[in-house]
Protein backbone atom coordinates (compact mmCIF):
# COMPACT_ATOMS: atom_id res chain seq x y z
CA UNK A 1 0.00 0.00 0.00
CA UNK A 2 1.03 3.19 -0.79
CA UNK A 3 1.08 6.18 1.69
CA UNK A 4 -1.79 7.46 -0.21
CA UNK A 5 -3.99 4.63 0.19
CA UNK A 6 -3.69 5.09 3.87
CA UNK A 7 -5.24 7.53 5.78
CA UNK A 8 -4.33 8.78 9.59
CA UNK A 9 -7.60 8.28 11.44
CA UNK A 10 -6.01 7.97 15.09
CA UNK A 11 -3.31 6.98 17.61
CA UNK A 12 -2.86 5.52 20.95
CA UNK A 13 -2.21 8.24 23.96
CA UNK A 14 -1.40 5.26 26.77
CA UNK A 15 -3.09 3.19 29.21
CA UNK A 16 -6.05 4.29 30.92
CA UNK A 17 -6.25 2.50 34.51
CA UNK A 18 -4.98 -0.62 35.34
CA UNK A 19 -7.87 -3.03 33.12
CA UNK A 20 -5.78 -3.06 29.81
CA UNK A 21 -8.13 0.13 28.38
CA UNK A 22 -6.42 2.81 26.31
CA UNK A 23 -6.78 6.83 26.14
CA UNK A 24 -7.70 7.04 22.55
CA UNK A 25 -6.96 10.00 19.99
CA UNK A 26 -9.45 10.15 17.55
CA UNK A 27 -8.59 12.24 13.91
CA UNK A 28 -12.13 11.68 12.49
CA UNK A 29 -14.33 15.04 11.89
CA UNK A 30 -16.66 13.05 14.54
CA UNK A 31 -13.83 11.16 17.04
CA UNK A 32 -16.49 8.28 17.66
CA UNK A 33 -16.63 7.31 14.02
CA UNK A 34 -13.18 6.08 14.28
CA UNK A 35 -14.89 2.76 15.77
CA UNK A 36 -16.78 2.53 12.19
CA UNK A 37 -13.63 1.83 10.80
CA UNK A 38 -12.41 -0.94 12.38
CA UNK A 39 -10.26 -3.59 12.02
CA UNK A 40 -7.64 -0.50 12.31
CA UNK A 41 -4.11 -0.96 11.78
CA UNK A 42 -0.51 0.31 11.98
CA UNK A 43 0.95 1.85 8.80
CA UNK A 44 2.54 -0.84 7.54
CA UNK A 45 -0.59 -2.86 7.51
CA UNK A 46 0.99 -5.94 9.32
CA UNK A 47 -0.67 -5.31 12.78
CA UNK A 48 -4.73 -5.08 13.23
CA UNK A 49 -6.35 -3.61 16.43
CA UNK A 50 -10.23 -4.22 16.90
CA UNK A 51 -11.58 -1.49 19.40
CA UNK A 52 -14.42 -0.75 21.60
CA UNK A 53 -15.43 2.83 22.52
CA UNK A 54 -16.12 3.81 26.46
CA UNK A 55 -16.55 7.17 27.20
CA UNK A 56 -15.24 10.81 26.29
CA UNK A 57 -12.07 12.29 28.39
CA UNK A 58 -9.94 15.16 28.09
CA UNK A 59 -9.55 15.35 24.14
CA UNK A 60 -9.67 11.74 24.12
CA UNK A 61 -11.60 8.21 24.13
CA UNK A 62 -11.67 5.76 26.26
CA UNK A 63 -11.32 2.31 24.69
CA UNK A 64 -10.99 -1.61 24.91
CA UNK A 65 -8.67 -2.93 22.24
CA UNK A 66 -9.23 -6.76 21.43
CA UNK A 67 -6.66 -8.61 23.03
CA UNK A 68 -5.23 -5.86 25.15
CA UNK A 69 -5.57 -7.23 28.94
CA UNK A 70 -3.84 -5.30 31.61
CA UNK A 71 -1.86 -1.48 31.53
CA UNK A 72 1.52 -2.90 30.18
CA UNK A 73 0.17 -4.01 27.35
CA UNK A 74 -1.95 -0.46 26.75
CA UNK A 75 1.17 1.59 27.66
CA UNK A 76 3.22 -0.37 24.93
CA UNK A 77 0.91 1.33 22.14
CA UNK A 78 1.01 4.30 23.11
CA UNK A 79 2.06 6.63 20.15
CA UNK A 80 0.96 4.04 17.47
CA UNK A 81 -1.01 5.80 15.02
CA UNK A 82 -3.76 3.92 13.42
CA UNK A 83 -4.85 3.89 9.79
CA UNK A 84 -7.40 2.39 7.27
CA UNK A 85 -7.95 1.93 3.45
CA UNK A 86 -9.00 5.01 2.02
CA UNK A 87 -11.66 3.58 0.28
CA UNK A 88 -13.15 2.71 3.72
CA UNK A 89 -13.92 6.92 4.37
CA UNK A 90 -16.22 8.58 2.80
CA UNK A 91 -15.75 11.11 -0.53
CA UNK A 92 -15.16 14.30 0.71
CA UNK A 93 -17.23 17.84 -0.31
CA UNK A 94 -14.79 19.94 -2.85
CA UNK A 95 -13.97 22.16 0.14
CA UNK A 96 -12.73 19.51 2.51
CA UNK A 97 -9.33 17.68 2.79
CA UNK A 98 -7.49 14.58 4.27
CA UNK A 99 -4.23 16.26 5.80
CA UNK A 100 -2.31 13.71 4.27
CA UNK A 101 -3.80 15.43 0.64
CA UNK A 102 -2.07 18.37 1.64
CA UNK A 103 1.37 17.32 3.05
CA UNK A 104 3.69 18.19 0.37
CA UNK A 105 1.82 20.43 -1.82
CA UNK A 106 3.53 23.69 -2.93
CA UNK A 107 2.15 26.88 -1.28
CA UNK A 108 2.32 30.02 -3.26
CA UNK A 109 0.91 33.52 -2.54
CA UNK A 110 -1.28 35.71 -4.36
CA UNK A 111 1.16 36.65 -6.99
CA UNK A 112 2.64 33.49 -7.51
CA UNK A 113 5.46 33.70 -4.84
CA UNK A 114 6.53 30.50 -3.96
CA UNK A 115 6.50 30.31 0.48
CA UNK A 116 7.33 27.06 1.02
CA UNK A 117 5.79 23.34 1.21
CA UNK A 118 3.31 21.98 3.67
CA UNK A 119 4.70 20.10 6.27
CA UNK A 120 2.25 19.23 8.22
CA UNK A 121 -1.46 20.10 9.62
CA UNK A 122 -2.21 21.10 13.01
CA UNK A 123 -5.35 21.34 15.40
CA UNK A 124 -4.99 22.83 18.78
CA UNK A 125 -8.64 22.83 19.57
CA UNK A 126 -9.56 26.25 17.57
CA UNK A 127 -8.95 24.98 13.45
CA UNK A 128 -6.83 23.71 11.54
CA UNK A 129 -2.98 25.15 11.02
CA UNK A 130 -0.95 24.52 7.78
CA UNK A 131 2.46 24.41 8.82
CA UNK A 132 4.53 25.79 6.00
CA UNK A 133 8.56 24.86 5.61
CA UNK A 134 9.37 28.12 4.26
CA UNK A 135 11.30 28.18 0.90
CA UNK A 136 14.35 30.25 1.70
CA UNK A 137 14.75 29.20 5.16
CA UNK A 138 14.56 26.16 7.86
CA UNK A 139 11.73 28.16 9.57
CA UNK A 140 8.27 26.86 9.45
CA UNK A 141 5.15 29.62 8.79
CA UNK A 142 1.89 28.53 10.41
CA UNK A 143 -1.11 30.00 8.39
CA UNK A 144 -4.86 29.33 9.49
CA UNK A 145 -6.62 26.68 7.16
CA UNK A 146 -9.60 28.83 6.49
CA UNK A 147 -11.20 30.07 3.11
CA UNK A 148 -9.94 34.13 3.70
CA UNK A 149 -6.39 32.65 4.26
CA UNK A 150 -6.08 29.89 1.43
CA UNK A 151 -8.66 30.44 -0.90
CA UNK A 152 -7.38 27.83 -3.45
CA UNK A 153 -6.24 24.12 -2.81
CA UNK A 154 -5.36 22.99 -5.91
CA UNK A 155 -4.46 18.92 -5.27
CA UNK A 156 -4.48 17.97 -9.10
CA UNK A 157 -1.96 20.52 -9.24
CA UNK A 158 0.00 19.88 -6.40
CA UNK A 159 -0.30 23.39 -4.65
CA UNK A 160 -2.26 25.81 -2.65
CA UNK A 161 -2.53 29.57 -2.97
CA UNK A 162 -2.69 31.61 0.24
CA UNK A 163 -3.23 34.92 1.10
CA UNK A 164 -1.51 35.61 4.79
CA UNK A 165 -2.58 37.84 7.06
CA UNK A 166 -0.47 41.35 7.43
CA UNK A 167 2.42 40.80 9.57
CA UNK A 168 2.61 36.76 8.74
CA UNK A 169 5.26 36.18 7.26
Given at each position: MSKTDIICVGAFAGAYGVNGEVRLKSFCANSDAIAD???LTDEAGTRHFTITLG???NNALVAKVDGVLNKEQADA????????DRAQ???L???EFYHT????LTVLDTGGNKLGKVH???????????EIMAEASSETILLPFTNAVIPTVDLAAGRIIA???EGAL
Open positions: YCPRSILKGLRLFVLPVPDDDLIGGVQNHGASDLLDPP
